[in-house]
């Protein structure tokens, strides 16, 4: 399993960071193993969900969550251009669920992309909590 998980850096005007404060989604996540959470806001059209570890610390597109129940990267999630929709493919040995569906899990050379709808919940490892809410 690879860990470079490196993001396309094809130019495209969605592909710039977006300067606005609420970006293209917002990622509100529950660790149930901390009793504590957090939000990220998704300001790239393509990022990753990994647990924080030395290694990816300076990755302004991680969203580093601090549990054991998250892998190392766990998952990504992506804005489709051609088709507008938000993607995400999993890259974890543990159990991902999207709005209670078990997606399967991806090699980072070739993503098994599931589309996300507009508001999702994905569970990871039956443990982390996030709500991913698309901004218009």
Not at 42 to 54: G, L, P, Q, S
Not at 86 to 110: K, L, P
């Amino acid at each position: 399993f690879s860990n470079d998980l490196s993001l396309s850096t094809a130019p495209s005007l969605l592909k710039q960071t977006r300067k606005m404060e609420n970006g293209f989604a917002r990622i509100e996540y529950f660790m149930g193993d901390k009793n504590k959470g957090g939000v990220y806001i998704m300001k790239d059209t393509e990022m990753v969900i990994a647990r924080r570890e030395a290694d990816n610390q300076g990755y302004s597109n991680y969203l580093l969550i601090d549990s054991g129940y998250v892998s190392n990267p766990h998952a990504r999630i992506r804005l489709n251009e051609q088709t507008g929709k938000y993607q995400i493919a999993s890259f974890s040995a543990n159990e991902t669920r999207v709005n209670e569906v078990v997606i399967a899990r991806s090699n980072a050379d070739s993503p098994q992309w599931m589309n996300l709808e507009p508001e999702s919940q994905v569970l990871l490892n039956g443990i982390v909590t996030l709500a991913f809410k698309q901004h218009s």
